[in-house]
Nanobody, 121 residues
């Protein structure tokens, strides 16, 4: 049974930083992605990583500002977010899916966390 639990969201001023964490229980193979749903908008893939940790993927809107990583010993996925902008405000979710080929396609992900809110003002 796979369970994903996010933490680390909060409120921050523009230009600030936050680090999100996603504690994983259960065995995963394939891809893990951070998604976000801005207010009134569709869910979008932000950053993905293969479960082997050998490839990463980013949306153009966050390249150079966000970094996805994972700690295998702690079974935890991270998203370091720097230079935050008001448009980064959203509910952020971690998700696990079968393949990096669909890293940003929410429909292909079967396991989701409950989400953590990020607000940038």
């Amino acid at each position: 049974h796979v369970q994903l639990v996010e933490s680390g969201g909060g409120s921050v001023q523009a230009g600030g930083s936050l680090r999100l964490a996603c504690k994983v229980s259960g065995h995963l193979r394939g891809c893990m992605t951070w998604f976000r749903r801005p207010p009134g908008k569709e869910r979008e893939g932000v950053a993905g990583i293969s479960t082997r940790g050998d490839s990463t993927y980013y949306a153009d809107s966050v390249k150079g500002r966000f970094t996805i990583s994972q700690d295998f010993a702690e079974n935890t996925l991270y998203l370091q977010m720097n230079s935050l902008k008001p448009e980064d405000t959203a509910m952020y979710y971690c998700a696990a899916g079968p393949s990096v080929r669909t890293w940003g396609d929410a429909a292909s992900f079967g396991y989701w966390g409950q989400g953590t809110q990020v607000t940038v003002s």
